[in-house]
């Protein structure tokens, strides 16, 4: 069974950092995009970042671009969203999510519209 199970939420400072972890199982990642996205309250879908790792390809959406960075280890399926200089409107639940096609990643308006996906890890920015 087809499993990612995210990790490393919690509640963190306006400028601080976290880094959330993903662990995939059930399933061969690197014939697999998998992709960092999140939802605030009240708020749609919204993508942060998506890797390859069978075809050497990562892209991040802008509002992700120069704070965030996706990394991942194949050899232990094990993916990583390192997050900096975060603000308070990156308050959001942050899901792991594995798609076929990279159309998903420019198309997906719910976590449902990827193939397997977490159950998501609560990140709260404050002071």
């Known amino acids: 069974e087809a499993q990612l199970v995210e990790s490393g939420g919690g ?16 399933f061969t990642v690197t014939n697999y995009y998998i992709s960092w996205v999140r939802q605030a309250p009240g708020k749609g879908l919204e993508r942060l970042a998506c890797v390859a790792f069978g075809a050497d390809f990562t892209t991040y959406a802008n509002s992700a671009k120069g704070r965030f960075t996706i990394s991942g280890d194949r050899s232990t399926n094990m993916l990583y969203l390192q997050m900096n200089s975060l603000k308070t409107e990156d308050t959001a639940v ?7 096609n990279l159309g998903t990643w420019y198309t997906a308006t719910r976590i449902s519209d990827f ?7 609560q990140v709260t920015v404050s002071s």
């Open 11 to 26: 509640l963190v400072q306006p400028g601080g950092s976290l880094r959330l972890s993903c662990a995939a199982s059930g």
């Open 94 to 100: 942050y899901y792991c999510a594995a798609h076929e």
């Open 115 to 121: 193939k397997y996906w977490g159950q998501g890890t």
